[in-house]
């Protein structure tokens, strides 16, 4: 809703954001208006800039070319205009890499000098870091709608010859193998370099959902039964840690200030973890 998008801006946004959300509905379909109004939700709550989260509103109808970008020059002003342009530009060339990574022939994973590079291609084609939040996540919301797809079959589909049933059901589930290997090789390490924790979390935790079924259930639940110890320890050390610089007047005299932070571990980074001391023989590295 408009009040979700709003959360995250001030309040005299509000007539901007429900113009430029009116203008798509005209010419969007419900679908895509959900699409819309979750991506631009999204990056509202990662950036909390009213342009760019006007951009994340308008960029796919100008892409489609069912809003003129002269339009939304003229609606929105020419910063939103460039922004939307170079939105629409970075999510083709998501969907452009991933046609000519991917499918000839048919890959099983990319190797990590592709996935740094497309990492690189992204950031270089964008004008503005906003936009590098935007392609984020929107690959997280397409991941998601691509496993909610995989997951049931509706009333539309099931109406279909068994034989087309099963071609669509093989197209939406390498549709999401890959959307879910790019999570974890691609767009994750990227809002990790950009210091997006919590965008980098979500892309890990659909991607080790979706590849991983099996290991994500059994890592998050024994990191659910033991959060509670988990955050005592955690806290007992952040403690320790403040105590030892307080101490230190060598490096307090030397800052303004200092803060002491610490997270548990997703399941993801858990598991790699476990995989890494699994190689190294049973010990930590």
């Known amino acids: 809703s408009l009040d979700s998008i709003l959360r995250f801006l001030d309040v005299d946004d509000k007539d901007d954001i429900r113009r430029a959300l009116h203008l798509v509905s005209q010419v969007a379909s419900p679908a895509d208006m959900l699409f819309v109004r979750e991506t631009s939700q999204m990056v509202a709550e990662a950036c909390g800039d009213k342009d760019m989260v006007l951009a994340a509103i308008l960029f796919q109808a100008v892409r489609d ?13 020419e910063n939103v205009a460039t922004l939307t342009h170079s939105c629409a530009e970075v999510i083709q060339l998501q ?37 590098v939040t935007l392609a984020l996540v929107h690959h997280l919301r397409h991941l998601s709608t691509l496993m909610e797809a995989c997951a049931a079959f509706g009333p539309v589909e099931e109406a279909f010859e068994p034989q087309l049933m099963e071609v669509l059901r093989r197209r939406r589930t390498r549709a999401a193998f890959v959307a879910a290997r790019e999570a974890l090789d691609v767009y994750a390490p990227l809002a990790n370099r950009l210091g997006m924790n919590q965008l980098k979390n979500d892309l890990e935790n659909l991607g080790f959902q979706h590849l991983y079924p099996h290991q994500h259930r059994l890592i998050t639940e024994q990191l659910a039964e033991r959060a509670e110890k988990h955050e005592v320890l955690l806290s007992e050390q952040l403690l320790v840690l403040k105590r030892v610089l307080q101490e230190d007047t060598v ?25 890494k001391i699994t190689q190294n023989g049973g010990r930590p590295r």
């Open 65 to 77: 070319g069912q809003i003129a970008l002269s339009d939304v020059k003229e609606e929105m002003g």
């Open 95 to 131: 969907s452009d890499s991933r046609e000519l990574l991917w499918s000839s022939p048919p890959q099983g994973r990319i190797a990590p000098s592709q996935a740094e590079n497309l990492g690189n291609m992204l950031i270089a084609m964008s004008t503005d870091w906003r936009v």
């Open 251 to 275: 490096f307090m005299n030397n800052i303004d200030h200092v803060v002491v932070e610490g997270r548990q571990k997703s399941p993801y980074s858990t598991w790699r973890k476990l995989l």
